[in-house]
């Protein structure tokens, strides 16, 4: 007996243990997949073992995300017909069990302050409508009235009381025995997006680019040795957060500077590129992970100035040029990738070699053969200060404005300037000006201006306007 | 093992023990060795500042950050291993880590879920806990085994023998005592998996930003007598605010406007307390309170620094000083300053290491007033500029970067505060001007002496049927005047901003231009007034109908 009596005693562990946290499905026979969006969306395939008999059953499914959809809730299994699939939410909470109990009878202990002993009487729940009124033979009473010590004990937890939220699937199977069932929902709460570390080296205009995929998962479940696959791109949620509204968001500065045309090897699923995880991983909450997906050495990057005059105004003081790197995602002399959206960290060396942090920019979803231009930051010693020297009426609705721009270079080296003035409507015509301008678009004029090492320059130019 | 499985259940148990059991021998992945990084051997602490165009740190709100490396010397066995980084600053940006030294890493992880009372609690719901139950009378603990049936919404139940009962609503003191802490920690742990397929030793730098640091410039300027030049000194002053120090640290602080990306959170645990809420605890003696709404609070979208801030005590009660002087060089378009000797970044400290020390550097005082448009009764007092130039010929002549100011003089053997200014961040060759504030010495006082309308030259345009656009010119006649309180000649300048358009067209004072603006500079006597009057024309649209 002895031994026997040793095994059961682990079968009883082993069986309470598992079966606690999924009563229908071993986790033994567990297998995940988590396809991650990047916009806080997730499709999780939870495929499992699932012991049924024949005819109709309840399985509950415990350890699903905490934010599952269930409206988007699947199950698929061999010779099994869903009944109705149910997402319980009322949760387990002292105010719902006691709430539950009204026209029931619990079990109260009071205890004598004085002496310690308990009396134990059973009680009738009236009502729980701002406290407990209860009725106990033929008295009425207040719980915990006098704010003396009285113990409340219920038999059992009504049956749809949980205490996290549980998904329920009634199901008739036409057989009885065990056989693999998929589970698939979308739920919220896992995201991911791209972390890129740019290394630039000053001496040879060479970049150095690592990307990592950083996924955070705040669904408030772990997934433990899921197979993973994170989408490159935004597919439409008509409930929860739109994913785009049709419109990307005007930034201040675009960082793409010409979009690319090539294709990489990289997986695709319709328009969207896949990245999986070469390995399982434990996607547990609250975690953030990040996996490399990148890393390119020695491709050649520009670094340069350029400042952006919002409109034909003047400003107080000077002010400083953005410090911009721009390189290629072409597959010649470039990273060669594609780019998921994310955040690109510069880094640059000290006198003493460490790399040190300059500033950092947003990327989009950057097809392959792209040319990027990432402003990192202000140039502490190249500023520029535009000034409205005249303003005239020439008409009741034209106007001619002087504008002079002073560049300053403290640096003890030449540099040239993009020197960008917006606000022209289209309509604004430049009639005069000290060096020669590129219409960018209707809305902005370019002027490439040279400043000597330690040295200004000055830019002039006459617009005139209409409105 | 000579079992005598009976049941299906043995059976299995078996087959999963056995499965176990080969697992661990052949060390497949999914089985990671936990190992600790050793302590860093060798720091270097880069503070970036908050963005902003001038003015101190706020101890209370650090809003600048800092790239933190550190090396570390550790030992990987073969085969798969969690390497964990302990002592890493609370303000960590987990994205933004880097780890080199290693063999290929197979992913970085970083584990917010943190160890609190609540979490414990939620960690052990389903799971044997034992309850304590202290008779206030006897002393004697009562201890029962149970299970934890539930947290939902902060209340929490549990099942003994006895049957179903709810944490603390008793009025009895109770408790939970646990086995174990269920694998959670006091802060968030970096940790990155690795694999190799022998044991090795590495030494390891680890990278990361980090929130809760700050720094500024702070000027001190002493005028000499005259007020002619002024001795300049500056000082470096650098917070950290996060709860761990980096001590005999290389020190750097990086001066110019660098991007920073927001909007990127990460996965924080507050660390919320068990509320023990009970049933409905109405009493008889209770009056009803109205019914009121409260605003759903957003306290998952604060950054961990915000969180620690304001759970934290005040930080940063130490001030120290140091004699060194920092060394700038060129970062890129950025400047960095390097304090030459190691020095500690204590945890909640503010440091302060000179910046520079410039003597005799010639200052010249100007009084300033602006005035919009057609001013009309407007009666002010002037501001004081400090001006000067920073360039060798003024004594200066090296990057100044934003902070504060604090201008002195003396009066005899004491010293007075003369006036504070921000100041941003000045390049070389760039014209400086402090605004030490408004001074009731010098007051301004703008008349309109007159409006003339030019409707004899008036315009009319159709611009629908009904509906016409009328110019007119129009021509201001302005007076102002500027007392000087003061026992000495001051030099003043006011200066103009007109609509569009407009323009002054006569003035009985010199009129000049200064940076698109117009601009009178002037000598006001000691003790005296003197009286500007000038005209500014411009035409004035509007719609009549007829």
């Given at each position: 007996m002895g031994m026997r009596g040793n095994c059961l005693g682990l079968v009883c562990c082993l069986a309470a243990c598992t079966m606690t946290f999924a009563p229908h499905a071993p986790a033994a026979d567990r297998s995940l997949s988590v396809t991650i969006y990047n916009d806080d969306l997730a499709l999780i395939q939870d495929r499992r073992d699932i012991e049924v008999t024949g005819g109709k059953q309840r399985i509950e499914f415990q350890d699903v995300s905490a934010q599952i959809r269930p409206e988007t809730?699947?199950?698929?299994?061999?010779?099994?017909?869903?009944?109705?699939?149910?997402?319980?939410?009322?949760?387990?909470?002292?105010?719902?069990?006691?709430?539950?109990?009204?026209?029931?009878?619990?079990?109260?202990?009071?205890?004598?302050?004085?002496?310690?002993?308990?009396?134990r009487e059973q009680a009738r729940v009236l009502a729980t409508n701002g406290g407990v009124v209860l009725k106990i033979g033929q008295r009425i009473e207040v719980l915990r009235d006098d704010g003396l010590p009285v113990r409340v004990i219920f038999d059992k937890v009504p049956d749809n009381l949980r205490a996290r939220p549980t998904l329920s699937v009634t199901v008739d199977s036409r057989r009885s025995g065990t056989r693999p069932a998929t589970l698939s929902y979308l739920t919220p709460g896992l995201g991911w997006r791209a972390d890129y570390v740019a290394l630039y080296d000053e001496a040879n205009n060479k970049i150095d680019v690592q990307g990592w995929v950083t996924l955070t998962n705040t669904s408030g479940t772990t997934y433990a040795d899921a197979q993973t696959l994170l989408v490159a791109g935004s597919p439409t949620q008509v409930d929860g957060a739109p994913a785009q509204m049709g419109f990307r968001a005007q930034r201040a500065r675009p960082a793409l500077q010409s979009a690319g045309t090539e294709s990489g090897?990289?997986?695709?699923?319709?328009?969207?590129?896949?990245?999986?995880?070469?390995e399982r991983t434990t996607i547990a909450n609250l975690q953030t992970k990040q996996v490399s997906f990148l890393d390119v050495r020695g491709v050649p990057a520009e670094h340069g100035y350029e400042f952006r005059n919002a409109w034909l105004g003047t400003a107080d003081q000077a002010q400083s040029a953005k410090s911009v790197y721009s390189f290629s995602t072409s597959a010649h002399a470039g990273l060669g990738d594609q780019l998921p959206a994310g955040i690109v960290r510069f880094y640059l060396r000290d006198k003493r070699g460490a790399p040190q942090f300059i500033g950092e920019s947003r990327i989009d979803h950057t097809p392959m053969g792209s040319t990027l231009s990432l402003a990192t930051g202000d140039a502490f010693d190249v500023k520029v200060r535009s000034t409205v020297e005249k303003r005239?009426?020439?008409?009741?609705?034209?106007?001619?404005?002087?504008?002079?721009?002073?560049?300053?270079?403290?640096?003890?080296?030449?540099?040239?300037?993009?020197?960008?003035?917006?606000?022209?409507?289209?309509?604004?015509?430049?009639?005069?000006?000290?060096?020669?301008?590129?219409?960018?678009?209707?809305?902005?004029?370019?002027?490439?201006?040279?400043?000597?090492?330690?040295?200004?320059a000055s830019l002039t130019a006459t617009f005139v306007t209409r409105y | 093992m000579r079992h005598a499985c009976g049941s299906v259940h043995c059976i299995i148990a078996m087959l999963a023990w056995v499965q176990s059991a080969t697992a661990a021998l052949s060390d497949v992945p999914g089985t990671p060795v936990d190992v600790l990084a050793g302590a860093p051997t060798d720091v270097s602490v880069t503070v970036y500042r908050a963005p902003r165009s001038g003015g101190s740190i706020d101890l209370d709100e650090l809003q600048g950050f800092a790239l933190v490396s550190e090396t570390r010397t550790v030992h990987i066995p073969a085969g798969e291993s969690r390497l964990r980084f302990d002592g890493v600053a609370d303000g960590i940006e987990p994205a933004s880590a880097i780890v080199t030294g290693l063999p290929p890493i197979i992913e970085k992880n970083r584990d917010a879920e943190l160890l609190s009372p609540a979490a414990l609690v939620a960690a052990a719901v389903g799971k044997p806990v034992v309850l304590l139950r202290t008779n206030k009378k006897t002393g004697v603990v009562e201890q029962l085994r149970g299970t934890i049936k539930s947290d939902a919404g902060g209340g929490v139940l549990y099942e003994t023998a006895d049957g179903i009962e709810a944490l603390r609503c008793s009025g009895l003191p109770e408790t939970f005592s646990f086995s174990s802490v269920m694998g959670l920690a006091a802060t968030p742990s970096l940790s990155v998996l690795v694999r190799t397929p022998r044991e090795v030793t590495a030494t390891v730098t680890l990278s990361y930003l980090s929130g809760g640091f700050d720094w500024a410039a702070d000027y001190v300027a002493m005028l000499a007598p005259d007020s002619s030049t002024m001795d300049l000194g500056a000082w470096v002053t650098l917070a950290n605010g996060n709860g761990v120090g980096f001590p005999a640290a290389h020190t750097q602080v990086v001066a110019g406007r660098l991007n920073r990306e927001t909007g990127v959170y990460e996965p924080v645990e507050h660390g919320m307390t068990i509320l023990a809420s009970c049933w409905p605890r109405g009493s008889t003696s209770d009056t009803p309170m109205p019914a009121y709404l409260v605003r759903a609070d957003d306290a998952a979208r604060m950054s961990m620094p915000m969180m620690k801030a304001m759970l934290a005590p005040a930080p940063a009660a130490e001030v120290v000083v140091t004699a060194q002087r920092v060394q700038q060089e060129q970062l890129g378009d950025l400047k960095l300053y390097r304090v030459p000797e190691r020095t500690t970044v204590a945890s909640r400290q503010s440091k302060q290491v000179r910046l520079l020390d410039q003597s005799a550097v010639p200052v010249t005082f100007v009084y300033r007033a602006d005035l919009f448009d057609a001013a009309d009764g407007v009666s002010l007092a002037a501001n004081l500029l400090l001006r000067t130039k920073n360039d060798a010929a003024h004594h200066l002549g090296l990057p100044l970067p934003s902070g504060h100011a604090a201008i002195f003089a003396s009066d005899g053997d004491a010293r007075v505060l003369v006036g504070e200014?921000?100041?941003?961040?000045?390049?070389?060759?760039?014209?400086?001007?402090?605004?030490?504030?408004?001074?009731?010495?010098?007051?301004?006082?703008?008349?309109?002496?007159?409006?003339?309308?030019?409707?004899?030259?008036?315009?009319?345009?159709?611009?629908?049927?009904?509906?016409?656009?009328?110019?007119?010119?129009?021509s201001d006649g302005e007076r102002i005047e500027i007392t000087n309180g003061r026992s000495s000649d001051i030099q003043f300048e006011l200066r103009l901003q007109l609509p569009d358009g407009a323009g002054v067209v006569r003035a009985d004072h010199a009129l000049v231009t200064k940076n698109g603006r117009p601009l009178f500079s002037l000598t006001i006597p000691a003790n005296g007034a003197v009286t500007v009057r000038y005209q500014v024309e411009h035409t004035a649209n509007r719609l009549i109908r007829h």
């Amino acid at each position: 007996m002895g031994m026997r009596g040793n095994c059961l005693g682990l079968v009883c562990c082993l069986a309470a243990c598992t079966m606690t946290f999924a009563p229908h499905a071993p986790a033994a026979d567990r297998s995940l997949s988590v396809t991650i969006y990047n916009d806080d969306l997730a499709l999780i395939q939870d495929r499992r073992d699932i012991e049924v008999t024949g005819g109709k059953q309840r399985i509950e499914f415990q350890d699903v995300s905490a934010q599952i959809r269930p409206e988007t809730v699947s199950l698929a299994a061999a010779d099994l017909s869903i009944v109705e699939q149910n997402f319980d939410f009322d949760l387990l909470t002292p105010a719902k069990l006691m709430e539950k109990a009204v026209g029931q009878d619990i079990t109260i202990v009071r205890v004598n302050p004085a002496t310690g002993a308990e009396t134990r009487e059973q009680a009738r729940v009236l009502a729980t409508n701002g406290g407990v009124v209860l009725k106990i033979g033929q008295r009425i009473e207040v719980l915990r009235d006098d704010g003396l010590p009285v113990r409340v004990i219920f038999d059992k937890v009504p049956d749809n009381l949980r205490a996290r939220p549980t998904l329920s699937v009634t199901v008739d199977s036409r057989r009885s025995g065990t056989r693999p069932a998929t589970l698939s929902y979308l739920t919220p709460g896992l995201g991911w997006r791209a972390d890129y570390v740019a290394l630039y080296d000053e001496a040879n205009n060479k970049i150095d680019v690592q990307g990592w995929v950083t996924l955070t998962n705040t669904s408030g479940t772990t997934y433990a040795d899921a197979q993973t696959l994170l989408v490159a791109g935004s597919p439409t949620q008509v409930d929860g957060a739109p994913a785009q509204m049709g419109f990307r968001a005007q930034r201040a500065r675009p960082a793409l500077q010409s979009a690319g045309t090539e294709s990489g090897n990289r997986e695709q699923l319709g328009d969207y590129y896949l990245y999986p995880l070469a390995e399982r991983t434990t996607i547990a909450n609250l975690q953030t992970k990040q996996v490399s997906f990148l890393d390119v050495r020695g491709v050649p990057a520009e670094h340069g100035y350029e400042f952006r005059n919002a409109w034909l105004g003047t400003a107080d003081q000077a002010q400083s040029a953005k410090s911009v790197y721009s390189f290629s995602t072409s597959a010649h002399a470039g990273l060669g990738d594609q780019l998921p959206a994310g955040i690109v960290r510069f880094y640059l060396r000290d006198k003493r070699g460490a790399p040190q942090f300059i500033g950092e920019s947003r990327i989009d979803h950057t097809p392959m053969g792209s040319t990027l231009s990432l402003a990192t930051g202000d140039a502490f010693d190249v500023k520029v200060r535009s000034t409205v020297e005249k303003r005239t009426r020439l008409a009741t609705f034209d106007w001619q404005t002087d504008m002079r721009y002073e560049l300053s270079n403290a640096l003890p080296r030449p540099v040239v300037v993009t020197v960008l003035q917006g606000g022209l409507w289209g309509d604004a015509r430049i009639s005069a000006e000290s060096q020669k301008s590129v219409r960018r678009s209707a809305d902005v004029a370019e002027w490439q201006v040279s400043v000597p090492a330690n040295g200004k320059a000055s830019l002039t130019a006459t617009f005139v306007t209409r409105y | 093992m000579r079992h005598a499985c009976g049941s299906v259940h043995c059976i299995i148990a078996m087959l999963a023990w056995v499965q176990s059991a080969t697992a661990a021998l052949s060390d497949v992945p999914g089985t990671p060795v936990d190992v600790l990084a050793g302590a860093p051997t060798d720091v270097s602490v880069t503070v970036y500042r908050a963005p902003r165009s001038g003015g101190s740190i706020d101890l209370d709100e650090l809003q600048g950050f800092a790239l933190v490396s550190e090396t570390r010397t550790v030992h990987i066995p073969a085969g798969e291993s969690r390497l964990r980084f302990d002592g890493v600053a609370d303000g960590i940006e987990p994205a933004s880590a880097i780890v080199t030294g290693l063999p290929p890493i197979i992913e970085k992880n970083r584990d917010a879920e943190l160890l609190s009372p609540a979490a414990l609690v939620a960690a052990a719901v389903g799971k044997p806990v034992v309850l304590l139950r202290t008779n206030k009378k006897t002393g004697v603990v009562e201890q029962l085994r149970g299970t934890i049936k539930s947290d939902a919404g902060g209340g929490v139940l549990y099942e003994t023998a006895d049957g179903i009962e709810a944490l603390r609503c008793s009025g009895l003191p109770e408790t939970f005592s646990f086995s174990s802490v269920m694998g959670l920690a006091a802060t968030p742990s970096l940790s990155v998996l690795v694999r190799t397929p022998r044991e090795v030793t590495a030494t390891v730098t680890l990278s990361y930003l980090s929130g809760g640091f700050d720094w500024a410039a702070d000027y001190v300027a002493m005028l000499a007598p005259d007020s002619s030049t002024m001795d300049l000194g500056a000082w470096v002053t650098l917070a950290n605010g996060n709860g761990v120090g980096f001590p005999a640290a290389h020190t750097q602080v990086v001066a110019g406007r660098l991007n920073r990306e927001t909007g990127v959170y990460e996965p924080v645990e507050h660390g919320m307390t068990i509320l023990a809420s009970c049933w409905p605890r109405g009493s008889t003696s209770d009056t009803p309170m109205p019914a009121y709404l409260v605003r759903a609070d957003d306290a998952a979208r604060m950054s961990m620094p915000m969180m620690k801030a304001m759970l934290a005590p005040a930080p940063a009660a130490e001030v120290v000083v140091t004699a060194q002087r920092v060394q700038q060089e060129q970062l890129g378009d950025l400047k960095l300053y390097r304090v030459p000797e190691r020095t500690t970044v204590a945890s909640r400290q503010s440091k302060q290491v000179r910046l520079l020390d410039q003597s005799a550097v010639p200052v010249t005082f100007v009084y300033r007033a602006d005035l919009f448009d057609a001013a009309d009764g407007v009666s002010l007092a002037a501001n004081l500029l400090l001006r000067t130039k920073n360039d060798a010929a003024h004594h200066l002549g090296l990057p100044l970067p934003s902070g504060h100011a604090a201008i002195f003089a003396s009066d005899g053997d004491a010293r007075v505060l003369v006036g504070e200014s921000d100041v941003r961040d000045l390049a070389l060759d760039e014209d400086v001007e402090w605004d030490l504030g408004s001074r009731a010495d010098v007051q301004v006082t703008a008349v309109k002496e007159r409006t003339n309308i030019d409707t004899a030259h008036a315009k009319v345009l159709p611009l629908v049927p009904g509906v016409s656009l009328r110019s007119v010119g129009v021509s201001d006649g302005e007076r102002i005047e500027i007392t000087n309180g003061r026992s000495s000649d001051i030099q003043f300048e006011l200066r103009l901003q007109l609509p569009d358009g407009a323009g002054v067209v006569r003035a009985d004072h010199a009129l000049v231009t200064k940076n698109g603006r117009p601009l009178f500079s002037l000598t006001i006597p000691a003790n005296g007034a003197v009286t500007v009057r000038y005209q500014v024309e411009h035409t004035a649209n509007r719609l009549i109908r007829h």
